[in-house]
């Protein structure tokens, strides 16, 4: 209890301290600043977590990105010893299938020499066109977001992000 | 009518034709793809409208983009004669604003040298630190999107993009 | 009439109000500031409008970009619940056809594995290589920009885009 | 017990059936692929709960990335209606301050017009020189990684970085 009061007190001598700076420290109403429907922080902890679990239940050492409706990114882990270009190709992953509504899987198909989008991933910066990213819809359908892992074969990755992007609609 | 018939019949020619090519020619539920409250393109085009009749009334020549809440490109003009640099300037005012949830004028104040945010613009592959970036509110107050407009003055782009983000909250 | 002399009037005050930042408020001859022959406003508004036409005619969710001769962009619209990764997409389609004089499709030929253009793609900071990228020409044959689509098949996007370039050839 | 069964069971499938890919499947041993005393995935854990945790009870809307001793991401969190653009800034913020061995505060007094790191911001794909990136040392002093927060104030960006990096020396 006290200790709350402290930080209060703390906040309010900061605002005091620095409003001079120009930076205006009402409390800010987060509700305002994004759309109802967006997957929350509390649901992207989730998706996490069964993203977790399942690569540590299957003894894999994965990197793993959610990004939400906008293709922003919300959530990120690596695990000790994960690969370090991973951390890239999951933040990626991510945020392809959720900028073309499709897997990864589905879209390293259209992707290959001879087929509809050879060469796509030369756009938006690099895109991953290999499998590991999956849509995440809510009950109703709607895309909420995406995850992107990354660390194992494809078919790992493709394990551990589905795993994780079935809570959503459990 | 009978060019609607050719029209949807071409559609599904293609789609027969096509299909080898992995893509799949099911017709997609747009309102799975994008959160309800987020700026339409109706909305993006009545915005887009007002800024080019404020342009055209103050005599400018102006760059204007729209980006959606999540910070994405919705629309673009540029007028006649309008500079070439400020093509990215305005997608970069309208993404800086929705970024921080501020004008980028406020965000200018921030920006100076010994203030708060001072070189903010080297993040984000480059932020816009200049008015000219506005916020898009509906009439719940809520964000869902922005406007930058960049080819005048600060002054008169600040007036060309709040005439466009004002038509959403009559 | 009042409403302009006012807005006339707010110009004149804005020049005197922000002189002194150094910008100049002489009227700007937008005649000197483009080639004669280039694309203009109302042109790439018709292109843009047979476009979007023809995507809503055959159900499609479209981003579609607008350049002009210099391969810079012009317009820019994205439809409710169109691919994120097509707003980059589209506009590389438009820039890509431009600054190779032939549609993305000829150009998806030659960039085949095997073949002459073989990784043009890592190029430019990223080409466009698929399908959906269509040259504008006027009724003199000059090139004055290029129009890229993206969303649907390589077909479809091909369809819009040349539905929206016909426009300046009636 | 079963579910794990299950779950070797799978992964041993997966590696025989996708085997033919390349992808080697034998089982990686994760202490062979980094330095014993880089902070671990469990330690980012605590120092992102404790940073959360302050930032929840300042009524703080954040972004909060955690880099390892190499400099890249090992995790981040965006607090729901946190700033898009301090994705980047936080992440920018940790990289900034492991790279230079010191936190952002003091790299900004540096950065300043005439002083001695002025425009350092430019180098590195934008470097971030204003507070809330501070180091993380374990109970030797060892510099293990580091965090940066992003979306308030720089006062309450600091207060928040430090929460969570103080975890690690208690």
Do not use: H
Not at 2 to 29: F, M, N
Not at 34 to 60: C, F, G, H, R, S
Not at 115 to 142: P, R
């Amino acid at each position: 209890m006290r200790k709350k009061l402290i930080s209060v007190l703390q906040s309010i001598l900061l605002c005091i301290l620095y409003s001079w700076g120009g930076y205006v420290c009402a409390e800010q109403d987060a509700s305002k600043f994004y759309l109802p429907n967006d997957i929350t922080q509390a649901q992207a902890e989730q998706v996490m977590a069964a993203a977790v679990k399942k690569a540590v239940d299957n003894k894999l050492l994965m990197n793993i990105a959610i990004v939400d409706a906008g293709g922003n990114l919300k959530a990120f882990v690596r695990m000790d010893g994960a690969f370090l270009a991973s951390i890239d190709i999951a933040i990626k992953k991510a945020k392809t299938a959720r900028s073309l509504n499709m897997s990864t899987y589905e879209l390293s198909k259209l992707a290959q020499p001879g087929n509809e989008l050879y060469g796509i991933e030369a756009t938006n910066g690099g895109m991953a066109i290999f499998g590991g990213g999956e849509l995440i819809k809510n009950k109703d359908g709607l895309i909420v977001g995406a995850i992107g892992v990354s660390g194992g074969s494809v078919a790992e990755d493709m394990t551990v992000a589905q795993a994780g992007a079935a809570v959503m609609v459990k």
